[in-house]
């Protein structure tokens, strides 16, 4: 089917370039003939190669034109602003948004959250080092330390 189909765009082709180009008949014409028809297929091709290079030329111009609008756009607009995210909420909040009850309620958060009982750890009591090491200093220390062993 596309070996089919593009046969017959080139039979199309072929058939609107000799529609609108006819081929040319240069049997029998003289050399001055053959001069003038080459001087007018020269201003032809001259003519058909202004338009084109004007053409292109409007292109490149609209396609610059188009791109500063754009700049201008883009500075117009200034720091682009992130989407904001959607905050869902429920039928109460929307329908009790302009109650004084729940204005209280909401006031009042701290209300529903949970009490912790905190344990208070025995912390024993920081004593001077010092004195402790003038205590066990001498025979007096040491007979401290063997009574306490026993």
């Known amino acids: 089917m596309l070996v089919a189909e593009s046969e017959e765009t080139k039979q199309e082709k072929e058939r ?3 529609e609108c180009f006819p081929p040319l008949k240069l049997s ?3 050399v001055q003939e053959l001069q003038d028809l080459c001087k007018e ?3 032809k091709i001259d003519a058909v190669d202004e338009a084109r290079y ?4 409007k292109a490149v ?3 610059t034109e188009i791109q500063t609008l754009n700049h201008k756009i883009i500075e117009l607009k200034g720091v682009k602003r992130p989407n904001l995210k959607r905050v869902k909420k429920t039928t109460d909040d929307m329908l009790g948004a302009y109650t004084e009850n729940t ?3 909401k006031a009042d958060f701290k209300a529903k959250l949970k009490t912790v009982k905190k344990e208070d750890d025995k912390k024993e009591e ?3 080092w010092r004195k402790n090491v003038e205590a066990m200093s001498g025979m007096q220390g040491r ?3 063997f009574t306490a062993g026993q």
């Open 103 to 105: 204005k209280l309620t």
């Open 54 to 57: 004007d053409m292109e030329a």
């Open 28 to 30: 029998g014409l003289s």
């Open 126 to 128: 920081v004593t001077d």
């Open 41 to 43: 297929l020269n201003r």
């Open 61 to 63: 111009r609209s396609g």
């Open 16 to 18: 609107v370039v000799n």
């Open 143 to 145: 007979k401290k330390l």
